[in-house]
């Protein structure tokens, strides 16, 4: 793909970054679970945690397609780190830059957008996934401020965050309708992080139940309407989906790249096993869903960056670059034999890491649904 120069300086940057400061210590990330502060530190001064915002709000003001080509980066060397970049940048603070009231936009955005404060978004409930719908936590306006009950679960970076987007129904009869987003905030009076949650991969992400017991939120910091909150939800997530499905990529390619260098010093049978044809398939397999997930991920950022539909690319997107991620990683082991299957060995996390690309932001199955319901309407 070409770059512009400025896209190639930026990219520059990041590498470097990435490979001299990330990549080292994502093992001891991985292992400790220990948020990642240190990589958000430096992100953020190089203006990496407003990547999406305008410079009027301290955001570094760029496109999307230099926005996925930064997550698959970070996400290379380390996909926990990934993982916090992704939400943080294409949810809360878009959100708000694309629903939110002038205020909203002046007191909320640019703390997100220089890395101070942590971004989150809270949706999922214990029982509303994918079903949304379903979601229990309510809102109830009382005066000048609307008090909020109820569980979120599974939120990134749901232990650091300060501005966090949360959905609650404001009108319970209407179902899905009757959703509305507020940006809350963690130091709200009723406002607490449950339980942080032990996971496969990408440990140090920090992943936690958010509690809200009569939480008064001002009714000021209501986003959008009342009951806009599920197309609020929605859109943004598309946009969320960039995000992850680069991160997916992120993830394949360092795994390619841990095969290629295994294969050609591993020697058995006299010669390296780069050598072997069913090595050298695994490989081309690889690279080229690798190369095939990166297209799909770069054609959706620039629909988006065009202004036009990209709902259904980037589901597209998203699906077939999570995909690629468990693929490339699995074959990733096989390629290192028993050595892949060893702690110490970068392709093990890999493994453990690609998983979540296709759960979160929309399991592959609710993709599949975006997709269809967009050809078949
Ligand atoms: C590490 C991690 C981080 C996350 N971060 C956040 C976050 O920051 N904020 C947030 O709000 N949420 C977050 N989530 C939640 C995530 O988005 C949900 O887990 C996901 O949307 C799926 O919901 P669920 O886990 O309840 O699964 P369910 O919805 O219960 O799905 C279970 C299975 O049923 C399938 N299924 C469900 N409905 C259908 C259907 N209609 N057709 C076909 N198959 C279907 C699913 O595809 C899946 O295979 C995170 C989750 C994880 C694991």
């Known amino acids: 793909m070409d770059l512009t120069g400025e896209q190639a300086d930026i990219l520059n940057m990041v590498k470097d970054l990435s490979t001299n400061e990330i990549a080292p210590r994502a ?96 949706a999922t409930e214990p029982n509303a996934g994918t079903d949304l719908g379903s979601m229990k936590a309510t809102a109830v ?10 569980a979120k679960t599974f939120i990134t970076a749901g232990p650091r965050t300060k501005t966090s987007i949360v959905f ?32 496969m991969g990408i440990r140090a992400s920090e992943t936690s139940e958010l509690i809200f017991t009569d939480m008064p939120v001002p009714k000021g910091n209501l986003l959008g309407k009342e009951g806009e909150g599920f197309k609020i939800a929605l859109s ?47 490989v081309a397999e690889m690279a080229t869903k690798i190369e095939a997930s990166r297209l799909l991920t770069v054609n959706a950022a620039h629909l988006k960056d065009k202004g036009v539909r990209f709902g259904k690319e980037a589901a597209m997107a998203k699906l077939f670059s999570s995909e690629t991620a468990v693929f490339c990683t699995n074959k990733a082991i096989q390629i290192h034999g028993g050595y892949g299957y060893m702690r110490d060995r970068v392709v093990e996390r890999l493994y453990r890491d690609a998983k979540i690309t296709e759960i979160y932001e929309g399991t592959s199955e609710a993709q599949k649904l975006v997709i269809a319901s967009n050809i078949l309407r």
Request: proline share 4%; glycine share 10%.
């Open 236 to 282: 943004s997530i598309d946009g969320g989906r960039i995000g992850i499905s680069a991160q997916a990529v992120g993830i394949a390619q360092a795994s390619l790249e841990q095969s290629i260098s295994y294969a050609k010093e591993r020697v058995q049978f006299g010669k390296p096993i780069a050598r072997l044809q069913g090595i050298q398939w695994m």
């Open 27 to 122: 093992a001891h990330y991985d292992r400790t679970e220990e948020f990642p502060a240190e990589n958000i530190k430096k992100m953020a001064k190089l203006g990496l945690m407003g990547i999406l915002i305008p410079r009027e709000y301290d955001g570094a003001g760029l496109d999307s397609v230099t926005y996925a080509m930064i997550i698959e980066e970070i996400s290379k060397a380390c996909a926990s780190t990934g993982a916090i970049a992704s939400v943080h940048n294409s949810l809360a603070p878009c959100m708000i830059e694309k629903w939110g009231t002038d205020e909203q936009k002046e007191k909320y955005i640019p703390p997100m957008a220089r890395g101070e404060v942590i971004g989150s978004f809270a």
């Open 168 to 199: 609650a129904l404001t009108d319970p009869e209407k179902g899905f309708r009757g959703i509305s987003a507020f940006i809350a905030e963690s130091s709200y009076k009723g406002f607490e992080v449950g339980s942080i949650l032990e996971k």
């Open 141 to 150: 306006l009382d005066g000048d401020d609307y008090i909020i009950n109820g």
